[in-house]
């Protein structure tokens, strides 16, 4: 885990006198964290594969050059110290070192996933369609909001793009990915449908007082209430349960699936547990249908789908192994897939470079300690 604090524009190895120029070569399985904004916390996770010359001349200034192909990851975005989003990183996406170590290029795309109903995008748009056709624009899809990370890795320039996926292009007659592309072009309309989408997993009319309104009030009473449960359920479970961390987060909705309204409330579950002095890390979790058809084909293996074991090699943490099942829907050919995998976790704090290659089992001299 590789922690970047921009105060410190420290190029120096530490290593004077000599010159020493070598190939460092990330494996695809290494993880590579960095922490964008430390003010709310947004960060960057990914994994990937490189091989970056490094070079130390005998001034000790450091050169970095080459290109780190990111394969996975995921961009944490943190919206006013409440609201947390991933992002997961598109394949292709890539950070690119010319020299300065501390000022890598990136092209980065991330997306992040929302499932809502397009009648407020297009409210306007169908006024004067019965109440039977405008049901029909309740009905939920999902909407991709892309992130597009570009230029200097510390000072990127951001934008955005809402898209739905290529085999619901053609929804409505192409309207909504119509009034889509109309949307993409204006980005203050842009920004702030982006905004709805993370903080309420909704659009919002032009009107932001009419929003809503389309929805009928038991799916707005639906969506409040959900969150309102997920919140209240996360405090008791804190005192009902101590040494146990459970997460609850509660989706009620209206679904207009089969064309009529049909309420619908998931609940995902979520338990983590720290044993041997917190050395051992169990983690599980799933989604359970709590009303609505779907409820009646749950099962008690529905609460744990999802199971993520970590055990801490050493007492610092450094080293830890790593193990995991998810089950994860992969589309209508491939269907629900169980997706196992175990590995090793390396980690690594440091605030200079020279830091980062000294060795870490080398005790330092209390003398000669430095300032951070």
Known sequence: ILY????????????????????????KEATLRLMMDPTSSDSLVVKGEAALNLTIDRSGKMSLTGAYNLNEGSYIVTLESIVKRKFDIDP????IWNGDPLDADISINAIYTVRTSPIDLVADQIVGLSEADQNTYKQRYPFL??????????????????????EDKGIFG????AKLNMLNEDPSALNKQVFALLVLG???QENPLQSGANMGASTVVRSTVGKFLSSELNKLSAKLVPGVELNFDVQSYDDYESGQAEGRTQVDIGAKKQLFNERLTVQVGGVVDVEGERAKQNSASNITTDVTVEYKLTKDGRYRLKGFSHNQYEGALEGQLVETG????????????KQFFRAPWKKRDSSKTEKP
Do not use: C, H
């Open 202 to 204: 909704r659009f919002i």
């Open 4 to 27: 970047r604090d921009e105060k410190q524009e420290i190029q120096e190895s530490g290593f004077t006198g000599f010159e020493i120029s070598s190939i460092i070569e990330i494996d």
């Open 342 to 353: 175990i590995g090793v976790v390396y980690v690594r704090d440091f605030n200079r470079w």
């Open 174 to 177: 192409g309207a909504v990915n």
């Open 145 to 166: 909001v892309y992130l597009k990370l570009r230029g200097a890795l510390m000072k990127p320039e951001i934008s955005f793009d809402i898209q739905l996926r290529p």
């Open 92 to 95: 292709g996406s890539t950070l």
